[in-house]
Each structure stands twice: as C-alpha cells, then as structure tokens.
C-alpha cells in the first residue's frame, strides 16, 4: 500500500514532527517515575512508531524498544536512524509478536490513523495480548476543537515547503499535504483520521478490561495542549 507517510517519510524527521514524540517521551518518563516509582518500566513497544524517534529515545534512557508501523518508508528511516533497534513493517491490528511488554505507546494521535472501529478493537486486543499485567498503555488523541483548519505552510528550506489543509468528511478528518521544490508540486497526498472521542476510547479499552489512569492535555508538565494524553492500566484478568 502506498500512503502519505511513504511520501512523508524522506521529510517527516526534517519537518520537526517526531520533536513532539520527544517532548511526549520525556514527560512519560517523569510520569513513570512519579506515579509508579516502584514498578519496572524497562520494556517497551511503540506501535505506528514511524521514523523511531521515540524508540531512540527509550533506548538512550535504557528502555528496551521496538517499533511497529504499517509504513514501509517510514520503517526505512528508522532503522536506518537506529540500527541497534528491531523495527517491523506491519499493520498493528494485525500484528502480534510471543514477547510482553511494560507498556506499549502510540504516539502523535497515531491510533487515530485507524479509521475503521473495528481496527482500533483489534488493535486494543493485540495491546491487551502484548501488555504484561497491570501494564500500560500510553498514547494521544487529537482535539480537534482546537486544532486549526486553515491552510498553513512549513518551509524546510528556500526551495522546499509543504502546505498542509485539513478538512471534515463525516467522522474523519482529513489532511491534505503538498509538497513543492521550488514552487514546483512534487507530490500530494492525504491521510485520515478518526476524530474519536476520549470516552468513546475509553470504552472500548474498557470492554478489554483497561482503566483509565490519567487524562490530560498538559502532558506530564509539558506544555503541549492540543492532543489528550491518555494512560490506560490493563488489570488482572
Ligand atoms: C503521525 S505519524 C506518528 C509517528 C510516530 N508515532 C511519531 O510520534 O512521530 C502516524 C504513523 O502511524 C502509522 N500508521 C497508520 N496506520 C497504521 C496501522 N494500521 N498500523 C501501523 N502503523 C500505522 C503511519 O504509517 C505513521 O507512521
């Protein structure tokens, strides 16, 4: 399949789009060690994990990773950033691995990339599958109350810039992206996604046995307000 991110892949990193992933890494970290000090968070899947960012990121914290994304020019990327790092192509309903994890993310309203409800149930269960018990599922929703529809721009240097729109079509959201080299369109493509509600979320991480354990715009002291940041707890089953 060929999508926006295998187009979006050669500039995503130099955009600044993965900045976010950092700052949302950084924050976790601290939220890990302030709500659960004496639990062990040391092994971690990031799933839609696009070029690796925050998989770096755990790695350099000492976090053992790995990454899964449906994109296989997105993956490229990442492994060729993270070689150490194990890095699979491969949709995350889909997807299952005989491993268990202290807490799976999914970072950059990326499970909102799930249009179909019935993907996000699948995806809730291989998380469910994957999660050691009373694990954690760390991830962010778009609001899109307060995200702009207006065209806006990003230069990445004097010849190229992208021009990114956003429109609704019934439940999704769609982005628009176009990429120009000297005012030339090289591409264009558009990627959508579920505008979903936290409680709709909620229930049906619910209906698979997770609690939520904190929701916030304000991510663990980060000033970023425009995604909710969830942490889900799977309880024993
Ligand atoms: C906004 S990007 C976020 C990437 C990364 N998590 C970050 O924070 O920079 C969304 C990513 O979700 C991936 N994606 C979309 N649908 C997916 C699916 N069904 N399975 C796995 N990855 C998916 C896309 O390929 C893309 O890399």
Redesign the pocket.
């Given at each position: 399949m060929h999508?926006?991110?295998d187009d979006?892949?050669k500039v995503?990193d130099e955009c600044g789009?993965?900045d976010?992933?950092l700052s949302?890494g950084k924050g976790m970290l601290k939220y890990l060690d302030l709500i659960h000090p004496d639990e062990s968070f040391k092994k971690n899947l990031?799933?839609?994990?696009?070029?690796g960012?925050?998989c770096g990121f755990f790695k350099d914290n000492g976090i053992k990773t790995k990454g899964?994304?449906?994109?296989n020019e997105?993956i490229k990327v990442a492994q060729s950033k993270y070689p150490d790092i194990e890095f699979v192509t491969?949709?995350?309903?889909k997807?299952s691995d005989d491993e268990t994890y202290d807490f799976i993310?999914?970072?950059?309203?990326?499970l909102q990339?799930?249009t179909n409800i019935d993907?996000i149930k699948k995806?809730i269960k291989n998380v469910n599958k994957l999660l050691r018990p009373n694990g954690l599922f760390i991830l962010d929703l778009n609001n899109f109350n307060l995200i702009s529809f207006e065209k806006s721009n990003k230069s990445l240097d004097e010849t190229r810039r992208l021009v990114y729109q956003l429109h609704r079509e019934n439940e999704l959201v769609c982005y628009n992206v176009k990429y120009y080299e000297n005012d030339e369109l090289l591409w264009e493509n558009n990627?959508f996604e579920l505008d979903i509600s936290v409680d709709e979320l909620t229930q049906m991480l619910n209906d698979e046995g997770f609690i939520l354990e904190s929701c916030s715009q304000h991510f663990f002291f980060e000033k970023q307000i425009k995604k909710w940041k969830l942490v889900y707890k799977k309880t024993d089953d």
């Open positions: 999508d926006l991110y979006f892949a995503y789009v993965d976010y992933s949302f990031d799933i839609c994990c696009g070029t960012t925050l899964v994304d449906i994109s997105m491969c949709d995350v309903s997807y993310t999914c970072s950059d309203d990326a990339h799930i993907d995806t990627v």
